[in-house]
């Protein structure tokens, strides 16, 4: 697999990336106002006005979310956007508490494409990374990755892909806790291959440029922090194939953003 190759792979990921963000819409259930009353607001924000108020006792139907705001509909046909934590406060009609998950970490845990770009350390040379994910599921996924890392020697470049898993997607550590407890930690792990090119910057001799393969392992965690947006750190350690006698190793270190769809 080219360098060339895997550019193409990646913009064709990340042209698919940006087409598929759309909001998808989500039926829920009938519940019962048990507050005094529920403000209404013209749309999904606390910019819009309110312009009517459900009071207590009166049933209304959820019909989809956005962000941290859900579109209901009385039994009056009026329709507008109440806040989650207004939502929390109803009950279903058969008096049970109704359970409002957070809308944006349910996208998270069932997100497709993933894009991001991370800086950190090559074999003491400083790296930047960028790359695009498709996950099959919350725990499987496979990675295409560019990075291009400058040293005081060299230049190297680098085209990669791999498997991860995420065993624990929405590990919750600090749930007991009562400022941290929506903090989101997914460990994860994987194997993958690649080429790698070395570009030396010797100028006293004739040195020649390297093209090898190479085999890799990583792992790392990512950080669920809003909306769209994850920070991640991984590690991983490199085993170049080089067509000398013996091959030689190699660890990174990065930290970036990354964005979901």
């Known amino acids: 697999m080219t360098l060339k190759t895997i550019r193409n792979l990646w913009f064709t990921l990340f042209c698919l990336l940006i087409g598929s963000s759309q909001l998808v ?46 579109k209901v509909r009385l039994k009056s046909h009026k329709m507008g956007w109440v806040p989650r934590e207004q939502l929390a ?3 279903q009609l058969d008096g049970q508490k109704i359970v409002i998950k957070d809308a ?16 950190g350390e090559f ?25 291009q890392a400058l040293g005081n020697f060299s230049e190297i ?8 898993n995420e065993p624990f997607p929405d590990l919750k550590p600090f749930s007991w806790l009562p400022y941290v407890d929506k903090f989101t930690l ?16 010797a100028t006293l001799v004739n040195a020649q ?35 000398r006698n013996q091959n030689e190793d190699a660890d990174e270190w990065k930290l970036g953003f990354s964005i979901f769809f």
């Open 25 to 70: 819409a989500e039926e829920f259930a009938r519940v019962k106002v048990m507050d005094a009353f529920i403000e209404m607001h013209t749309g999904p924000g606390r910019g819009f006005p309110i312009f009517f108020v459900a009071e207590q006792g009166e049933e209304i139907e959820i019909l989809k979310s956005k962000t941290s705001w859900y």
């Open 89 to 91: 406060k109803t009950l």
């Open 104 to 119: 944006d970490f349910n996208e998270y845990l069932n997100k497709k494409w993933e894009f991001g770009a991370l800086t």
């Open 123 to 147: 074999e003491g040379a400083s790296l930047i990374s960028i790359y695009a994910g498709y996950h099959f599921t919350e725990n499987l996924s496979t990675e295409v990755t560019i990075s």
């Open 157 to 164: 470049r680098m085209a990669t892909t791999n498997i991860v």
């Open 186 to 201: 997914s460990p994860f792990f994987g194997i993958g291959t690649g080429v790698i090119q070395t570009l030396p910057r």
């Open 209 to 243: 440029d390297r093209n090898d393969n190479l085999l890799f392992v990583t792992t790392g965690a990512k950080f669920y922090l809003t909306r769209r947006f994850l920070l991640r750190m991984e590690y991983r350690h490199f085993v170049v194939l080089t067509d």
